[in-house]
């Protein structure tokens, strides 16, 4: 079956230190992949994208993810954290082909940074 | 969230009443999908609308209705056979049915 799989549902940080969110999945084929942000009692607001080409996709706020194919992985990064950046964040994968414009969310990961 | 509305924010359901949640975007998007966001999970698709005047059934579309007589529309409704409708509704849009979706405010269902 088709999953993502958001292996930390909390991933506490410092200020200014690195942060990392890992997202991994399994699906065949070569899949679209993204990444999402959540505020509190807010919508989804679009991070980044990965289609094709370089493994490294830069984003909006500073984030950027890398992707790697052989461990079918696409984590998240930030090089230096902020405490605005505190929220909930959703990978999601759309599988290659079929009719519509499916994405399978993992189960999102609370990223708190801490002052 | 920028282009898509949902409205109300928060809405109250009753035992046995059906309730509408709106969505509207001016993105000029031809592809709307309605999402289920439950504690701890991520978003479970429940319709999604490629065009005006079809839309499809998601993984879990029992106790939903929609409806895309307009472009820029996209209205769920919930049905009294959705026993347990408790959740935030979340609706996306996207350009193509291949393009990047985007997420409205979202609305809180709560039963009374």
């Known amino acids: 079956a088709q999953s993502v799989a958001q292996p930390e549902d909390q991933v506490n940080v410092a200020e200014g230190n690195p942060l990392t969110v890992k997202c991994t999945y399994s699906?065949?084929?070569?899949?679209?992949l993204f990444w999402y942000v959540q505020y509190p009692n807010r919508g989804l607001q679009f991070l980044l994208k990965?289609?094709?080409?370089?493994?490294l996709v830069k984003g909006s706020y500073g984030f950027e993810a890398e992707f790697n194919k052989s461990q079918t992985s696409f984590h998240l990064k930030k090089p230096s954290a902020l405490v605005s950046d505190s929220a909930l964040y959703f990978c999601?994968?759309?599988?290659?082909?079929?009719?519509?414009?499916?994405?399978?969310f993992g189960a999102g990961t609370r990223l708190a940074v801490h002052p | 969230d920028g282009g898509i509305t949902q409205s109300p924010k928060y809405l109250f359901r009753k035992e046995g009443q059906n309730v509408t949640l709106s969505c509207e975007q001016n993105?000029?998007?031809?592809?709307m999908y309605w999402y289920r966001q439950d504690p701890g999970q991520g978003l479970r698709l429940i319709y999604y609308?490629?065009?005006?005047?079809?839309?499809q059934k998601g993984d879990i579309a029992e106790g939903y209705s929609v409806s895309r007589e307009k472009k820029e529309s996209f209205p769920l409704t919930v049905t009294s056979a959705q026993k347990n409708p408790t959740a935030f509704y979340l609706c996306?849009?996207?350009?193509?049915?291949?393009?990047?979706?985007?997420f409205g405010p979202g609305t809180r269902l709560l039963v009374l």
């Open positions: 996306a849009s996207s350009a193509g049915p291949r393009e990047t979706q985007y």
């Open positions: 699906v065949s084929g070569n899949p679209y």
């Open positions: 990965y289609i094709t080409g370089d493994n």
């Open positions: 999601a994968v759309r599988p290659p082909g079929g009719g519509y414009n499916k994405l399978i």
């Open positions: 993105l000029n998007h031809d592809a």
């Open positions: 609308s490629q065009i005006v005047n079809d839309f």
